[in-house]
C-alpha cells in the first residue's frame, strides 16, 4: 500500500516567490496534519484537518502560511511570499482515527534564499 | 495545554550498552494518548510505539520496553543491548482527542533526544 506520498522532496527558491507544497494522505485516514522541523525549533505542528475540515491552525506562523484540504485525498501548503527563515523540511502525516499514530511523508526540504 | 518535555538532550554510549530515554507530558486532558517516534539520519519519521492513558502495562518489544507511569506523568524508553543501527533522534509526542467529535487531536512532540551508539 502507498503511503503518504509528498512532493516536491526537495526546493530551492529565491526569497518572494510562492512556494506549494502537496500531501496525499493514505487511503481512509480521515486525519491530516502539516509539521514543520527546524533545528531551533524541533517539531513544530502547523495545521490539521479532521475530515478535511481544519480543526487548528493556530502553529500557522504568519499569514504568508494557508493550507488546503479540497478532498479527502489532497492536501496543499503554500507560503507566498517565501522568506529565507521558511527554510525546513515540511512533514505531511495521516491518521485513521481517534487517537491512532500518525503515518509520515518523507518530507519535503525546502530552501529559501 | 499540553507540553512533552524530552530532557536529555544528547546521549552517547558505546554498542552493548542499556539507555534509558526520558519523556516527562502535561495535560489536562483525561483520555490522551502517548508515542514514540524514530527519527534514523535518513530523515523520516519511524512509529514505535502508541499508549494510551487508561493502560499503564509496560511493554516490551525485542530490545525496546517502555514504561508509562500516570503518577509522575512519565513515559520512558529503554533500549536494552543497544546496537549502532539505535542511533538516530527520538521522539516522544502526545496527542488527546477533540471534545464532543472524539477525533484525533493534535499531536504535541518534545524536542527530541539524539542518541549516538558507538562500535
Known amino acids: 500500500d502507498a503511503g503518504v506520498i509528498q512532493s516536491p522532496r526537495h526546493e530551492v527558491t529565491e526569497m518572494g516567490q510562492e512556494v506549494t507544497l502537496r500531501c496525499k494522505p493514505i487511503?481512509?485516514?480521515?486525519?491530516l496534519f502539516w509539521y514543520r522541523q527546524t533545528m531551533m525549533r524541533g517539531l513544530e505542528l502547523l495545521i490539521y484537518?479532521?475530515?478535511?475540515?481544519?480543526?487548528?491552525d493556530s502553529g500557522m506562523p504568519e499569514d504568508r502560511f494557508s493550507a488546503k484540504m479540497p478532498n479527502a485525498s489532497f492536501s496543499t501548503l503554500k507560503i507566498q511570499p517565501s522568506e529565507p527563515r521558511d527554510s525546513a523540511v515540511y512533514f505531511c502525516?495521516?491518521?485513521?482515527?481517534?487517537?491512532?499514530?500518525?503515518?509520515f511523508g518523507e518530507g519535503s526540504r525546502l530552501t529559501v534564499l | 495545554a499540553q507540553k512533552v518535555t524530552q530532557a536529555q538532550t544528547e546521549i552517547s554510549v558505546v554498542e552493548k550498552e542499556d539507555v534509558t530515554l526520558d519523556c516527562v507530558y502535561e495535560?489536562?486532558?483525561?483520555?490522551?494518548?502517548l508515542f514514540w517516534y524514530k527519527q534514523p539520519p535518513s530523515g523520516e519519521l519511524v512509529f514505535l510505539i502508541r499508549?494510551?492513558?487508561?493502560?499503564?502495562q509496560n511493554e516490551i518489544s525485542g530490545r525496546y520496553s517502555w514504561n508509562f507511569q500516570k503518577s509522575t506523568s512519565s513515559f520512558n524508553f529503554t533500549i536494552t543491548a543497544s546496537q549502532v543501527v539505535d542511533s538516530a533522534v527520538y521522539f516522544c509526542?502526545?496527542?488527546?482527542?477533540?471534545?464532543?467529535?472524539?477525533?484525533?487531536?493534535?499531536?504535541?512532540f518534545g524536542q527530541g533526544t539524539t542518541l549516538q551508539v558507538k562500535p
Open positions: 502525516a495521516s491518521s485513521p482515527l481517534s487517537g491512532g499514530e500518525l503515518f
Open positions: 487511503s481512509g485516514h480521515n486525519s
Open positions: 484537518f479532521n475530515n478535511n475540515v481544519p480543526i487548528d
Open positions: 495535560t489536562r486532558d483525561t483520555t490522551y494518548y
Open positions: 499508549r494510551n492513558s487508561f493502560d499503564e
Open positions: 509526542a502526545l496527542s488527546g482527542t477533540e471534545p464532543f467529535s472524539g477525533n484525533t487531536g493534535k499531536l504535541i
